[in-house]
C-alpha cells in the first residue's frame, strides 16, 4: 500500500477553452496551459513530420489511431489514479489499458515512496498552469512523476515535450509551495506493454527549466 501524504493545500483549477486555448482560471488571472504553451511553440520539423505521418497513413486512420490512444491512456491514467490513492477503480476501462497499467504497477510500486497528491492543478503566477498526474516521493527524493502511454516504445531524445511539461510543473509547485523539486519521472507503457522509465535528476533539471523558459517566452512573443 502506497503512503499518502496531503501536505500542501492543493485547490481544484476552473478550466476554460477560448479560442483553441486551454485556460486556467487561476487566482493569477487566466493562464494557458502548459500542453497549450508546448503545442503552440512546437518545432516546424515537429509539425511537419506529423502533417507527412498523417498523410502517409490518411486522414482516417491517422484520427482512428489518435482517437484510440487518447482513449486508452485516459482509462490507464483513471486506473493508476485509483491505485495511488488506495481505491478501488469501479469506472469504465478496456483489456487493453488494464494490462498497460498493471505493467506500469508492477514497475512503480516499489519506488513510489509517498503521494502528496495525484492530478494536482498548478499553475506559476503569470505565465502558466496545468495538471500533474502525481506528486510525491520517489526513490527518495521529492518528485513529478506522469504516467504516459504509447503506441510504440519511444526513444530519450524524441521526448522532450515530456521533459519541459515536467519542468514547467516542478517550477510551478516550487513556486505556489516553496518546495524545492528538481526530479521528474516518466513512466511509459506501449500498447504491447513493453515499460520504459525516463527519468531527470536535479543535475539535468536545470537545462529543462531553460528550454521550457524558452518556450514560454516563445508563446507569449508570438501571442
Known amino acids: 500500500m502506497i503512503t499518502i501524504n496531503y501536505k500542501y493545500p492543493y485547490k481544484e483549477i476552473k478550466r476554460k477553452k477560448v479560442n483553441g486555448k486551454r485556460l486556467y482560471e487561476t487566482e493569477s488571472g487566466a493562464l494557458p496551459s502548459v500542453t497549450t504553451i508546448l503545442d503552440k511553440t512546437k518545432p516546424r520539423q515537429k509539425r511537419i513530420a ?19 490512444a487518447a482513449n486508452t491512456g485516459t482509462y490507464m491514467h483513471a486506473i493508476l489514479e485509483s491505485w495511488v490513492l488506495n481505491e478501488e477503480y469501479s469506472g469504465e476501462s478496456t483489456v487493453q489499458s ?90 511509459m507503457c506501449s500498447r504491447d506493454c513493453e515499460w520504459q522509465l525516463f527519468e531527470v535528476d ?22
Not at 498523410?55 to 489518435?66: F, L, P
Request: charge should be neutral; hydrophobic fraction near 35%; glycine fraction near 6%.
Open 50 to 68: 506529423l502533417a507527412n505521418w498523417r498523410k502517409r497513413v490518411g486522414e482516417k486512420q491517422a484520427q482512428k489511431i489518435v482517437t484510440e
Open 98 to 187: 488494464r494490462m498497460m497499467a498493471e505493467v506500469v504497477k508492477k514497475n512503480t510500486q516499489d519506488d513510489i515512496n509517498e503521494v502528496w497528491g495525484s492530478e494536482v492543478n498548478l499553475y506559476y503566477p503569470g505565465l502558466y498552469a496545468g495538471t500533474t498526474d502525481l506528486v510525491g516521493m520517489y526513490k527518495g527524493r521529492p518528485t513529478i512523476m506522469d504516467f504516459k502511454q504509447t503506441n510504440k516504445p519511444k526513444k530519450r531524445e524524441w521526448i522532450d515535450d515530456y521533459f519541459m511539461q515536467g519542468a514547467a510543473y516542478g517550477l510551478a509547485h516550487n513556486a505556489l509551495y516553496e518546495t524545492k523539486i528538481e526530479n521528474i519521472a516518466i513512466f
Open 202 to 223: 536535479a543535475q539535468e533539471f536545470p537545462e529543462w527549466e531553460q528550454k521550457w523558459a524558452m518556450r514560454v517566452e516563445q508563446f507569449y512573443d508570438q501571442s
